[in-house]
């Protein structure tokens, strides 16, 4: 079956240094959904990639859909500490009906 | 509001009793999931509806239950069957049965076997 794979799976920053994660999927993906959960708490949608080799910003946030649609990113400018969490992608299989999460990657910021 | 309310927020079971969770959501959504997660670990599908009175058996369907009687509505019952039930269990919606929109997660709820 699909598969979608996260790397690293944790990371610790220090405030003020950039952060980015890696998702890599087993198979081309329709479009790729990015979801933070913060420590203690549910998972929260942030974005969606639909084309091949888009790149989407929300404030220090960049989003990127790789060319093939079978990898994205999420790059962090300048952490601070509320960007504490772990940070999952998400690729729906084919029929649509449910996405598979990646494992997860846990960032941490030291203040 | 329009939300994804889960009851209770942590729940205490004894070895050999079944207990529900409650899932209940005013979007509108058509699709609903339940996900279970363990310390550290990624997100894995239970069971999921795409429609009411219809459900499909996700990967680790085994030692639960659900049902869809009202679109609203998508309670999940751990089983005695179910030997490791300790875990966060979280409740999702979707709007539109193949579309690509983001899911809404409830609060999930804490389930702890005593």
């Known amino acids: 079956g699909q598969q979608v794979m996260q790397i690293p799976q944790y990371q610790h920053v220090q405030e003020g240094e950039d952060f980015t994660t890696y998702c890599n999927s087993s198979t081309t993906l329709s479009n790729i959904q990015w979801y933070k959960q913060r420590p203690g708490g549910h998972p929260v949608f942030l974005i969606q990639l639909v084309k091949s080799g888009e790149v989407k910003k929300q404030k220090r946030l960049t989003f990127q859909f790789g060319e093939a649609k079978k990898n994205s990113s999420l790059h962090i400018t300048a952490t601070q500490t509320t960007d504490v969490g772990t940070y999952f992608c998400a690729g729906p299989e084919t029929s649509g009906s449910r996405l598979t999460f990646g494992e997860g990657t846990q960032l941490t910021v030291n203040p | 509001d329009g939300g994804i309310t889960q009851s209770p927020k942590y729940l205490f079971r004894k070895e050999g009793q079944n207990v529900t969770l409650s899932c209940e959501q005013n979007l509108n959504h058509d699709a609903m999931y339940w996900y279970r997660q363990d310390p550290g670990q990624g997100l894995r599908l239970i069971y999921y509806?795409?429609?009411?009175?219809?459900?499909q058996k996700g990967d680790i369907a085994e030692g639960y239950s659900v049902s869809r009687e009202k679109k609203e509505s998508f309670p999940l019952t751990v089983t005695s069957a179910q030997k490791n039930p300790t875990a966060f269990y979280l409740c999702?919606?979707?709007?539109?049965?193949?579309?690509?929109?983001?899911?809404?997660f409830g609060s999930g709820t804490r389930l702890t076997v005593v």
């Open positions: 509806s795409q429609i009411v009175n219809d459900f």
């Open positions: 999702a919606s979707r709007n539109g049965v193949s579309g690509i929109y983001g899911y809404t």
